[in-house]
């Protein structure tokens, strides 16, 4: 870290900064009200930042070379490139070692990404003992897929790691794209207590897509697995992390609606100083903008980075519409221009965070499937903060001058347009 990240670092939590007091009277407003709306929470947690495509994949792959029991991998769609094959063979050597191996993966997400796994490649991994399931096939008409998608990232071993974030796999989070530059995005390793949540996640779609349960026995580690440490794997740059709070917002259409909607809602509402936003499809649903607007109300500080480049061409302009109107009540909105931010985050006060893989979109918080951690944990929070200061050097802040400038006559008017269309966004 050089000596300009830690001067505004600092000058960060001076201008998000609370007493000791005012921060825990936050988090436990958050954790009660996370708590009713059916987030669980557990104490015994590490988090793990993973920030870079990089970062994800070399520490995942080491994660799953060291396997000894089961993994179980479920994710909106696999890439058929460099990065899915290096994945499928590690995977194929695991099993071939008895590791029981599962994999779940969005048919739509499959079909909708320009290198989808074909019927052959699932030929292929059934051949080699990878038990896969496709959730939700599409099947003619092709309407069944227009409302519950399947868009978790999420990768369970031997009880003892969770890997979870807004990556799927494919080679461009490495890499990028041409037409975007670098693809940015947030994953996360996790251990502790919350690994059996998000292996129950995992169960229960398991269970939705074959109908079949599966057996305890198959997961249950031995006594000499559980004591055997994980090598080489990143090191979390927070001193005591060990104990972080964590909860675990797992929406299912019909069994938890409005899990991840409401708990930004009221995170956001019980924001005293500072909130920090990044999302890639920031269209922004009426209840979760009403909240943005009273926290504006009261004085919060609301920083949001938005991304000038997108895989959707629709979403800049319909972000861009609500970025206006945020702006004008006092929020700064910054682009970033250095590639595509496909990172779904959000910081609080300088005490707790959300990372997962929820946009702020009605397909996200009404329709898809999806997992959001939410870390009640200050230096997890101040290390995406200081990512976030860091990316404001590759951003441009936006204000009235410049507004006209960026978006012309046509764009602003199919922002106001397709945003009567939200709830279909």
């Not at 796994?117 to 227009?146: E, G, T």
């Not at 670098?182 to 398991?206: N, S, T």
């Not at 250095?338 to 009605?362: P, R, W």
Request: proline share 3%; glycine share 4%.
């Amino acid at each position: 870290m050089n000596r300009w990240r830690v001067i505004f670092f600092y000058i960060l939590l001076i201008v998000c900064g609370m007493s000791v007091a005012q921060t825990e009277r936050s988090d436990s407003l958050t954790v009660d009200d996370l708590k009713e709306n059916g987030v669980v929470f557990t104490s015994r947690n590490n988090v793990t930042l993973l920030p870079s495509g990089a970062d994800k994949f070399e520490d995942l792959f080491k994660a799953i070379g060291q396997a000894r029991h089961y993994i179980y991998l479920e994710y909106f769609n696999f890439r058929n490139d460099s990065i899915g094959k290096e994945l499928f063979t590690l995977l194929d050597r695991k099993s071939h070692e008895g590791v029981k191996v599962r994999v779940i993966y969005d048919d739509f997400g499959n079909v909708s990404n320009d290198r989808p796994l074909r019927k052959r490649h699932l030929r292929q991994l059934k051949s080699r003992h990878i038990d896969v399931v496709v959730f939700d096939p599409i099947v003619f008409p092709w309407i069944n897929h227009a409302f519950h998608r399947d868009h978790r990232k999420i990768v369970v071993i031997d009880d003892r790691i969770v890997y979870t974030g807004g990556m799927n796999v494919a080679d461009y989070y490495i890499h990028g794209r041409p037409e975007f530059g670098q693809w940015r995005d947030m994953h996360m390793r996790l251990e502790g207590d919350c690994v059996r949540l998000y292996r129950q996640i995992f169960c229960d779609m398991w269970k939705r897509c074959t109908g079949q349960e599966i057996d305890s026995l198959e997961y249950a580690c031995d006594s000499v697995a559980a004591r055997t440490d994980f090598l080489g794997l990143k090191k979390t740059s927070c001193v005591d992390s060990s104990d972080i709070l964590l909860g675990v917002a797992n929406r299912e259409p019909k069994r938890s609606p409005a899990i991840i909607r409401r708990s930004y809602i009221d995170a956001i509402d019980n924001a005293q100083h500072c909130i920090q936003i990044v999302n890639p499809y920031f269209t922004l649903v009426p209840s979760v903008k009403k909240a943005l607007y009273r926290a504006l109300k009261r004085g919060v500080k609301l920083e949001v980075m938005l991304s000038t480049k997108c895989d959707v061409p629709v979403m800049p302009d319909v972000s861009a519409y609500h970025a206006k109107r945020l702006m004008k009540r006092g929020a700064d909105i910054y682009y970033y221009e250095d590639g595509f931010h496909h990172s779904k985050i959000m910081m609080v006060d300088s005490s707790f965070c959300t990372v997962g893989s929820a946009n702020l979109n009605s397909r996200s918080l009404k329709y898809d499937y999806e997992v959001n951690a939410f870390i009640i944990d200050s230096c997890t929070t101040n290390q995406l903060q200081l990512l976030f200061e860091t990316d404001k050097y590759s951003s441009t802040l936006l204000t009235k001058e410049n507004w006209k400038k960026r978006r012309s006559f046509g764009r602003r008017f199919m922002g106001w347009f397709y945003h009567l269309l939200i709830p279909l966004i």
